[in-house]
């Protein structure tokens, strides 16, 4: 059984509840839930396999987290190595898909928000690094960064520029990603 974080133990206490309910009571995702929450407690020997691979995919996440203090992170290797970590990160993406995310119960998705640090865009984080990265970089320099400077750190706020304007020009920026563009204090469209 995975050690407890104060999230998870939320969690647990919830759904212990939901538990303790006549199954008539509830919905049928809260019934589907209850199922996860019996494996992921050990007390559902009798779950579905899918439901068995799905809580030992969550316990392997807990013991990860919990030996390295992250989440795992994809390695930068290409092709990628076939390691235990980068096996989980393959699996978080598979996760965070819109689709399975869809086809989730309510206790998969809250299962998933109890780890430390998880986000269900990820990308999002580091889009936002490179805006702040863009605007730190024009208020230090007072100018734009240039693609061809020796310095790497500027070339690649440069690049990243360069494809924020290519996908706002093919029509692929997201509406709200160019909002920010236009609204910056150092506006990068």
Not at 92 to 111: D, F, G, I, N
Not at 117 to 142: I, K, V, Y
């Amino acid at each position: 059984m995975p050690e407890y974080n104060s999230a998870l133990e939320q969690l647990h206490a919830r759904w212990r509840a939901f538990a303790a309910l006549p199954a008539a009571k509830l919905t049928t995702d809260q019934r589907r839930s209850v199922d996860f929450y019996l494996a992921d407690i050990q007390r559902g020997d009798s779950a579905e396999s899918h439901v068995r691979r799905w809580i030992t995919m969550a316990h392997e996440l807990d013991e990860f987290t919990r030996s390295h203090g992250r989440l795992p992170l994809a390695s930068a290797l290409r092709p990628r190595p076939r390691t235990p970590e980068q096996q989980l990160v393959d699996q978080l993406a598979y996760q965070r898909r819109p689709s399975a995310r869809a086809a989730m119960v309510e206790y998969q998705r809250a299962r998933l928000e109890a780890l430390p640090d998880f986000r269900w865009e990820p990308q999002n984080d580091r889009w936002d690094a490179w805006l702040e990265q863009h605007q730190a970089f024009w208020n230090r320099e007072q100018r734009p960064p240039r693609r061809r400077a020796s310095n790497p750190q500027e070339a690649s706020i440069a690049r990243w520029v360069a494809h924020q304007r290519a996908s706002d020009r093919a029509g692929t920026l997201p509406a709200e990603r160019r909002a920010r563009l236009l609204s910056a204090q150092f506006r990068v469209l």
